[in-house]
């Protein structure tokens, strides 16, 4: 895409569909004019910023196509940075369309996907990664996505970012100062505090890089496979996690045939459940052969998995088997042990004694068992560590520009240890500084640019 920054944009706003309210919004150096154009009523362009009239939007032949709001922001103090107009009309998709075109015919065009977001960045409004918050912002689905959004939004990973930033420029600074006193043999830059800034910003680095686990559980939500032989309770579990009735219960093995999917909203995560069929060796039926096959396709794609055992019947020596097995995959999992209420007292006693904690003694059909495995869900996925504060990685890119300044940082301290020459220890540094700056946008180029700001939507 080619952004002209130079002409005046117009785009709907609001998400398509019946409401009340819908919102055509303009941006550029023509904006007011483009409006008072078509508004009856005040003449917005003797207007104060930050303020709103009321007026009809008039049709090329005198018709009244709506009565709205006009929300009026003058440059800079406004989100793109330039003169904008916000005009709520009715939610009709038909007015707002009409409304558009009106603005189109008068000297706007129509704005490409993100680009009221790409000159709120130009303009110095936003970083490059405030930007990509927005789009977060817009695309959360639970309480921890949005925190983690308005968090970077507001600036709080690039003020971290800006903090290292500066701290390395004032020594690259003095050590490039060194290189034009070669012959004087000084030394401006105290190698001693700048190896103990390395380890700060090293530091730092980490504890973002290892925030990327949880950023990646709040932005994408989990993937929990439910898995177990035919008649262990998987549907029955799946309605009780929900607290309703998705699932047929029945005592027909091979009832469920299909994955069953469904989302529940723990603590502010989401959880993507996948009851599946039972899986059994053997079967004559095609269509349960299929189920199963999915279902096993399903456990290996999931982030935590489980898997659901009849406590009745299952042996502790297959439980331990099972046990062994899921260890081996690699994966998280829950060991759930079902129709626990039907096992006598003094052999379940015995059966928890030698369980560890990845095991649980359950009986789906009662709710109180409920909220002890939605916690374990909880705290496998995320770690317990969701109510940390400050900045959280939710973003693949960050994450893998966060990486080159881990070796960078790497590079300067090995430089330092080896008492590498000042032009080299200045290399190592841009090397750092030129990846932090990819982050917010201090270092650009056009792909990069096409591609975050393609993703957004038109409007925003």
Known sequence: MIYNNDDTIAAIATAPGVGAIGVVRLSGPGAIEVAQSIFLGKDLTMQ??????????????????????????????????????ELSCHGSQYVLEQVLRLCLNHGARMAQPGEFTFRAFMNGRIDLAQAEAVADLIASQSGAAHKAAIHNLRGGFSIELK??????IQFAALIELELDF???DVEFADRSQFYALINRIQKATDQLLDSFR????IKNGVKVAIIGKPNAGKSTLLNALLNEDRAIVSEIAGTTRDTIEEVLNINGVLFRLIDTAGIREHTIDNIERQGIERSREAMTKADVVIYLADAVTTTSSEEQQKRSELDASGQPYILVMNKADLVEAQTLEMSKQVADAKTLFISAQNPEHIPKLKQMLFELATGGALKQEGTIITNTRHYHALQEVQKSLKDIKTGLDSH???DLLASDIHQCLYYLGEITGKVTNEDMLDYIFSKFCIGK
Do not use: C, W
Request: proline share 6%.
């Open 420 to 422: 590498l020459p000042g």
């Open 48 to 85: 104060p910023s930050h303020t709103l009239h009321f007026g009809r939007i008039m049709g090329d032949e005198g018709s009244v196509v709506d009565e709205v709001v006009a929300a009026l922001y003058r440059n800079p103090k406004s989100y793109t940075g330039e003169d904008t107009v």
């Open 163 to 168: 903090q290292m930033r500066e701290q390395l």
């Open 214 to 217: 949880l950023g990646n559980v």
């Open 182 to 184: 070669s012959q004087e």
